[in-house]
């Protein structure tokens, strides 16, 4: 049985973690490299750090906060945001990511998928995908794109098979309705994406208390949970630590990577 991973995602703006709710009214948490230092000594499985200005600002990423945070954490680490082409990649890859995150620029351009997965194998690539349910497709989940302020027109279930089939080695479904709600993933997008692509899926946004995360891993087969607002934001009604998450898990039944004392 695969190890469920618990992946720390931060939204980052000019080096500083932020917080959203449904991707608006950010407010100001922590230094990027900081925190990232601290879910790393808590024994967090994952980052993925996003850029969430870098498409909508025309820039590229943010490759120092990218640099600094590689020299204090030792776990897997992905990167998104502002990457355009395959020289962004190697750049970001050579400051210390281990994937690369594609979200809007693979809309725009979806042999990026390819390109990515050809040079540097597609278990480096991961689809990080915006969605709400609008009804307007066939699925009635639609893509956004630039911080979820673009509508595309695209089914997201149509989206993410088609990614797959690009080479993308994994995918991440980020939910506008559910992002920092606290009230839970969207189960029901999950349990349709699993019916169309065969790589592992990731779930974002939505996760409040430790139920989600054990409904989550026991009700769909995500491999991955992306968790923020319990772990870090004062707007949460509480915040748990990594051990308080994976031990809990344990006990019901989920298999995750033990907490080491």
Same mark, same amino acid.
């Not at 190697?90 to 210390?96: D, I, S």
């Not at 597609?122 to 673009?150: H, M, N, P, W």
């Not at 559910?178 to 019916?195: P, R, V």
């Given at each position: 049985?695969?190890?469920?991973r618990?992946i ?8 500083r973690v ?17 925190l990232?230092?601290k879910m790393? %000594?808590?024994q ?12 909508a600002?025309k820039?590229?990423?943010?490759i ?6 590689? *020299? ?19 750049e970001?890859?050579k400051?210390?990511?281990? @994937?690369?995150s594609v ?6 351009? /979806?042999?990026?998928?390819? *390109? ?13 995908t915006?969605? %709400?349910?609008?009804? @307007?497709?066939r ?15 695209l089914?997201? +279930? *149509?989206?993410?098979?088609k ?5 993308a080695?994994?995918?991440? +479904? ?7 709600t606290?009230?839970g993933?969207d189960?029901? +997008?999950?349990k349709f994406?699993? %019916?169309v692509?065969?790589? /592992? ?9 430790? *139920?989600? +995360?054990r409904?989550?891993f026991?009700?769909t ?5 992306i ?6 934001? /004062?707007?949460?009604e ?17 298999n995750?990577? /033990?907490?080491?004392?």
């Amino acid at each position: 049985m695969l190890t469920k991973r618990l992946i720390a995602c931060f939204d980052i703006i000019n080096g500083r973690v932020t917080k959203a709710v449904q991707f608006q009214d950010n407010i100001d948490v922590a230094s990027a490299v900081e925190l990232a230092e601290k879910m790393y %000594k808590e024994q967090i499985d994952e980052l993925i750090f996003y850029d969430i200005t870098a498409s909508a600002e025309k820039r590229k990423i943010d490759i120092d906060t990218v640099k600094n945070t590689s *020299e204090c954490v030792f776990i897997p680490f992905a990167v998104g945001g502002g990457i355009k082409n395959l020289d962004d990649m190697y750049e970001t890859l050579k400051a210390g990511a281990e @994937k690369i995150s594609v979200d809007s620029m693979a809309v725009r351009n /979806p042999a990026i998928i390819t *390109e990515g997965a050809k040079a540097f194998g597609s278990q480096c690539i991961i689809l990080s995908t915006q969605v %709400k349910r609008t009804g @307007k497709t066939r699925s009635s989940y639609e893509v956004f794109i630039d911080g979820a302020r673009l509508e595309t027109g695209l089914d997201a +279930l *149509e989206w993410i098979k088609k990614a797959q089939d690009l080479g993308a080695g994994e995918i991440c +479904l980020n939910s506008i309705d559910c992002d920092g709600t606290m009230a839970g993933y969207d189960l029901e +997008l999950m349990k349709f994406a699993e %019916k169309v692509v065969t790589v /592992p899926l990731i779930a974002s946004g939505g996760a409040g208390k430790p *139920e989600h +995360l054990r409904d989550l891993f026991t009700l769909t087969q995500a491999q991955g949970a992306i968790i923020s607002s319990m772990l870090y934001s /004062p707007r949460a009604e509480r915040n748990y630590s990594v051990r308080e998450l994976k031990e809990y898990l344990a006990l019901n039944g989920v298999n995750v990577r /033990p907490y080491e004392n």
